[in-house]
C-alpha cells in the first residue's frame, strides 16, 4: 500500500536548499512524498520504492533538519540512513544527531553521535553510506533529526558537472533494525531483512512503559543490533503530569508524546471519516460539501479567492464550515488524489468562499468537493518550541526555563523578581489615562515589574483592557521589542484593536482571512501591498517572467546564462521582500500573533524579550512555549484557570497532561495570581452564584441593576433577578456520528423563548446568543433558526448566533439562553460535569440569562445541584413557561 511521508522542513535553521526532488532511477513509484515547510505549504512531491526500503532523494547541500512520518497506518521508522552518492571521493563528511540531551555533554546544535561505515553500495552512483541509529524522539509517532552534511568533491553528480555540492538520500527503512553488512570492509554491498507487515512495524516501535534505570537518568548506554544507539524517549506515562520536572528531559519525553497523540488521534479520526464514511453521513455531519462548482472571484492580498456554490444553484446543506476553518479541496475524495488546501473567509446559504495558495487549474471545470482538514502546522510548531526551550542554551531559548519547569527553590519568589533587561524597572504611581480600576493597576504594576506574572481575569473584569495597558505601558517606556499573542485569533484581534486605539504601532502576524476584516490593514501583508519598495518588487518579477517566458527559445550556452539571470533575479526578489518584511517588524512596537502563530518562518530568528500570552489557560503548555522560546526574559501570562481549559480532542493526551495550561501548572507550583475583581458585564444577580461558588465571593459589581434592565418578551420569574431555569421533558438522541448529543424538547423550548424576546422589540437577534454544549444541538437550533425566520441578512433571526459553551468564552450578549440537551433516566450528564463549563455559559450575559434543560438528570451532579438549588431558593424556577 502505498504511503505518504511528511518531511517538514525548519527554514529558519541555517539553509534549506530543495532545488530537486526527484524519482529514484531504480525505484517504481508507489506513493508520494510531500516537503512541507513551517506554514504546511507544499514544496515538491515525489516517493520512489528501492529494495531497501522508501527513500527519499534531495539535491544540495546544506543544514537540514525536519520530521518524517507516514501517515498512513502510522508507521515511522526506527533508523535514519544518510547516503551519500557521488561519483568521486567524499573528502570529508559529518552526521549529527540531535538528542537535546544537554547533560549528557551534547551541545545544542547535536553533537556527532554515533556514525559508521556499513558500506559502499556497488553501481555508477556508489557513495559513502552512513547510519545513524535513532530512536523516535517524538514518541513513536515522530522522527526528529538533525542532519549536518559537508562534502566537497568535484565530478559528476546527478548527470550534473557539480562542484562543491552533492546528492544526500534520505532512505527510511519500514522495518525494525535487522539490516547488517556482510562485511564491514568498503565496497561490501547492503543487506536488509524482508520489510514485515505494517502492525509488526507498529508493535516493534512502542516503546516501554517502563523504561530501564539507564534511560530514565537519560544516559547513553551500548546496546545490542535490535536496540538503540540513542536514550529512549517514552510514550506519554499514563495519569496526570507533575506539577515540578527536576528533569527537563522527562518534560521534553511527556510533552512531544502527548502532541504526537494529539496529532495522530486527530488525523486517525478524519481519516477514518474519509475513508469508512458514506457520503450521505458526512454530509449530515456537517463536514463534507459535494457536487461544488467552483469560480475565481478577486484576491486577499495575492493569495487567491475561490466561491464554492451548489451546482444546481440552490442553498448549500447545514455544514460545520467557519471563518478561517482550514479545508481540503478535491475532485472525488481527499484521499488518493491531488489535493489544495484552503482557509475559509465566509459562507452564506448559498455558497462558501475559500481562499487558496495557488488556484488549481481548471477551477470552472466539473464538481468539486470541500472536507473540513487537520491541521499539522500546529503540532509541528509546538515540537520545535520544546527542543528549543531544552535543548537551546539560556541566550536561545528562554532564561525563564528553569523557573517555568520549577527548578527553582522558591519559584515564587523567582517569578517577582525584577526581569533581567536593560533599564530600572518603573512603578504605575498613576494611571494616566484613568481607565484602570484598583485591581486592574495592581496587576499592571506587577507586569511592569516581575519577570513573571499571572494576572487571572473573571468574566467581565476587563483583562483584555488589562493586557492592552501593560503593552502599551511598556511599549511607551521603549521596552521592545514585545510579542503580543493569545491561542485564538479572535483574542488576538481584540488584543491588537485595543493597541491601535492606544496609538500604538503594532502588526499582525498570519492569514489575513483569520484575522477580523476591520483590522486586516493592520496585518504583515496588508503593509507589505502598501510599502514604498512594492513598485521596485513588481518590476522585478515582470522582469522575472519575461525572461522565463523566453527560455524556450534559447539553447546551450544562451539558456544556460538564462538560468543564472533566472536564480540572480529570484534571489534579489527573495533579498528585497526579507528587506521589506525586516523594516516593518523592526518598526513596529509591538508584534500581535497567535501562539502557535508565533513560530511563523516569517519572524525568522527574531527574539523577543517581552511575551505576553492573552488566553492563557485555553492555550496547552506546548503552545505557550511557542512563543516563549523566542528569548523571553520577561513574562505576561493573562487568563482565568475556573473558565474552559485548553482544548484537547485526544483524550488520552488530555489525561496525560496536555490538558493543563501552563498558567495552572504554575498555580499549582505556588505562583499567586494578581486576580481582577471588579466585573462590569453581568446584571449582579447574573453574578451572584458564579462569584460565590467559582470566586470565592471575590467578585464586586461595577455596574447596577438599573443599568441592566431585564428584557422585555419572557416572563421572568422575579423581574428583579432577570435569570430563570425552564423545566423541559424529553430525552436526548445521539446524532449520525454517533458522538455528539441533541434534544429536540429543548430545541423547541428554546426557538420559542428566542421568538418571542425578539418579538417584544426591546432586543435584536446579535442581543441574542443561544448557547449549547454539545455540536449537535448546535446543527438542530441552527436549521431550526433558519427554518423558522432565517439566520441570514433579512431573516426574522438575522444576527443570532447559536454557539457551543467553547465557542462563547470570551464572548457576550444581552441575554444569553443556555440549552443543556442532557435528559435521560441515568442521570449522565457527561462533559457538562465540568464545573468550567457551568461558568463560562452562565457568564456571558449581561441583562438576561435562561436557562432551558431537565433538572432530574443535571441534580445528578453536585454544581448543578447548587445552582438549582440557589434558583429554587430565590424562586426562579420558570415552571409556569410550561414543559415540553
Known amino acids: 500500500m502505498a504511503r505518504e511521508v511528511f518531511v517538514a522542513f525548519h527554514r529558519h535553521v541555517g539553509r534549506v536548499q530543495t532545488t530537486d526532488v526527484h524519482w529514484h532511477r531504480f525505484g517504481k513509484v508507489v506513493g508520494r512524498v510531500v516537503l512541507r515547510d513551517l506554514e504546511g ?7 520512489g520504492r528501492h529494495q531497501r526500503g522508501f527513500f527519499l532523494d534531495l539535491v544540495g547541500l546544506g543544514f537540514v533538519q525536519g520530521r518524517i512520518g507516514c501517515s498512513d497506518e502510522f508507521v515511522f521508522t526506527d533508523d535514519l540512513l544518510i547516503v551519500v552518492h557521488g561519483g568521486g571521493k ?35 552512483d556508489s557513495g559513502l553510506v552512513v547510519g545513524v541509529r535513532a530512536r523516535a524522539l517524538v514518541a513513536r509517532r515522530l522522527v526528529k533529526f538533525v542532519v549536518a552534511l559537508r562534502a566537497c568533491w568535484p565530478g559528476h553528480l546527478g548527470h550534473k558537472s557539480t562542484e562543491g555540492a552533492g546528492t544526500f538520500c534520505l532512505l527510511f527503512l519500514l522495518s525494525p533494525p535487522e539490516h547488517e553488512a556482510t562485511s564491514s570492509s568498503p565496497g561490501s554491498r547492503l543487506r536488509f531483512n524482508p520489510r514485515p507487515s505494517p502492525s509488526a512495524c507498529r508493535q516493534s516501535l512502542i516503546p516501554p512503559r517502563k523504561p530501564t534505570a539507564m534511560a530514565k537518568r537519560g544516559g547513553v548506554r551500548r546496546m ?13 506515562d499514563d495519569g496526570p503530569a507533575p506539577v515540578r520536572w527536576d528533569r527537563g528531559q522527562d518534560h521534553l519525553e511527556r510533552f512531544t508524546g502527548l502532541i504526537g497523540q494529539e496529532l495522530e488521534d486527530e488525523l486517525a479520526t478524519v481519516e477514518e471519516r474519509w475513508r469508512h464514511w458514506s457520503k450521505s453521513r458526512l454530509v449530515e455531519a456537517g463536514l463534507t460539501l459535494y457536487d461544488l462548482k467552483a469560480r475565481p472571484r478577486g484576491r486577499l492580498f495575492g493569495d487567491p479567492i475561490l466561491i464554492f456554490e451548489a451546482r444546481d444553484g440552490g442553498r448549500l446543506p447545514v455544514h460545520r464550515f467557519s471563518h478561517g476553518d482550514m479545508v481540503i479541496l478535491s475532485r472525488t475524495r481527499p484521499w488518493g488524489e491531488k489535493t489544495v488546501e484552503g482557509l475559509v473567509l465566509d459562507r452564506g446559504p448559498t455558497r462558501v468562499r475559500v481562499v487558496v495558495g495557488e488556484r488549481p487549474k481548471g477551477v470552472r471545470d466539473g464538481v468539486w468537493r470541500l472536507d473540513r482538514g487537520a491541521n499539522r502546522v500546529a503540532h509541528d510548531r509546538m515540537a520545535d518550541a520544546l527542543l528549543r526551550l531544552h535543548d537551546a542554551g539560556a541566550d536561545d531559548g528562554t532564561p525563564l526555563r528553569d523557573l517555568l519547569l520549577g527548578q527553582v527553590h522558591d519559584p515564587a519568589s523567582s517569578a517577582a523578581s525584577p526581569p533581567s533587561i536593560g533599564g530600572r524597572p518603573r512603578r504605575l504611581r498613576n494611571d494616566p489615562s484613568g481607565t484602570l480600576n484598583a485591581s486592574q493597576s495592581e496587576a499592571v504594576e506587577a507586569a511592569l515589574n516581575q519577570r513573571l506574572t499571572l494576572i487571572q481575569g473573571p468574566p467581565g473584569t476587563g483583562k483584555t483592557h488589562t493586557a492592552v495597558h501593560v503593552l502599551a505601558t511598556m511599549a511607551a517606556q521603549g521596552r521592545g521589542p514585545i510579542l503580543a499573542t493569545a491561542e485564538s485569533n479572535v483574542a488576538v484581534d481584540n488584543l491588537l484593536e485595543g493597541l491601535l486605539d492606544a496609538g500604538v504601532n503594532a502588526v499582525r502576524i498570519g492569514q489575513p482571512v483569520k484575522v ?37 527559445g534559447l539553447k546551450g550556452k544562451e539558456r544556460g546564462m538564462a538560468h543564472k539571470d533566472l536564480s540572480m533575479q529570484r534571489r534579489e526578489m527573495q533579498r528585497l521582500e526579507q528587506q521589506m518584511v525586516d523594516g516593518l ?6 508584534v500581535c500573533a497567535t501562539t502557535v502563530g508565533s513560530g511563523h518562518r516569517i519572524l525568522g530568528s527574531r527574539r523577543f524579550p517581552i511575551v505576553l500570552v492573552d488566553e492563557a489557560t485555553q492555550a496547552s503548555e506546548p503552545s505557550s512555549m511557542v512563543p516563549i522560546v523566542r528569548g523571553c526574559r520577561h513574562l505576561v501570562l493573562v487568563g482565568d484557570h475556573r473558565q474552559l481549559p485548553p482544548t484537547v480532542i485526544s483524550d488520552r493526551a488530555a489525561e496525560g497532561g496536555l490538558g493543563r495550561s501552563l498558567f495552572e501548572r504554575l498555580i499549582d507550583l505556588g505562583l ?46 422575579d423581574w428583579d433577578r432577570p435569570v430563570a431555569f425552564v423545566p423541559v421533558d424529553g430525552e436526548e438522541e445521539l446524532d449520525a456520528e454517533g458522538s455528539s448529543k441533541a434534544n429536540r424538547d429543548q430545541a423547541a423550548a428554546t426557538f420559542s423563548i428566542v421568538r418571542d424576546l425578539l418579538a417584544a422589540g426591546d432586543l435584536e437577534g446579535h442581543d441574542v446568543g443561544v448557547v449549547t454544549p454539545y455540536t449537535a444541538q448546535v446543527r438542530m437550533m441552527t436549521d431550526l433558526f433558519d427554518e423558522g425566520g432565517g439566520l441570514d441578512e433579512g431573516g426574522r433571526f438575522h444576527g443570532l448566533e447559536v454557539r457551543s459553551v467553547d465557542g462563547y468564552q470570551g464572548r457576550e450578549k444581552e441575554v ?12 449522565e450528564i457527561g462533559f457538562l460535569a465540568d464545573r468550567r463549563r457551568l461558568n463560562v455559559a452562565i457568564t456571558r450575559a449581561r441583562r438576561g440569562l435562561v436557562m432551558v434543560g431537565h433538572p432530574q438528570t443535571l441534580r445528578r451532579d453536585g454544581t448543578w445541584r447548587a445552582w438549582l438549588d440557589w434558583a429554587e431558593e430565590l424562586g426562579l424556577m420558570a415552571w409556569h413557561v410550561g414543559r415540553g
Not at 585 to 590: G, S, W
Not at 681 to 693: D, L, Q, T, V, W
Open 90 to 124: 567524499v573528502v570529508g563528511w559529518n552526521v549529527h544527531r540531535d538528542l537535546v540531551h544537554g547533560q549528557n555533554g551534547l551541545d545544542h546544535r547535536g553533537a556527532l553521535l554515533h556514525s559508521r561505515v556499513l558500506g559502499f553500495q556497488e553501481g555508477e
Open 672 to 717: 499567586s495570581t494578581h486576580m481582577l475583581t471588579t466585573q462590569y458585564r453581568m446584571h449582579p444577580s447574573i453574578r451572584e452564584f458564579p462569584g460565590a461558588r467559582f470566586y470565592d465571593g471575590r467578585l464586586e459589581d461595577g455596574c447596577d441593576r438599573s443599568e441592566r434592565p431585564p428584557p422585555a418578551g419572557f416572563l421572568w420569574p
Open 41 to 47: 505549504s507544499c514544496i515538491r512531491s515525489n516517493i
Open 516 to 552: 477580523r476584516a476591520s483590522l486586516r490593514e493592520a496585518t504583515l501583508d496588508a503593509r507589505l501591498e502598501h510599502h514604498p519598495l512594492q513598485e521596485d518588487l513588481a518590476a522585478l518579477r515582470e522582469e522575472h517572467a519575461t525572461l522565463k517566458r523566453g527560455l524556450s
Open 224 to 236: 545490542n543490533s535490535r536496540s538503540r544507539d540513542a536514550p529512549v524517549p517514552r510514550e506519554a
Open 816 to 827: 444569553i439562553v443556555f440549552c443543556t440537551v442532557r435528559s435521560n433516566p441515568r442521570g
Open 585 to 590: 517588524l523592526d518598526d513596529a512596537e509591538v
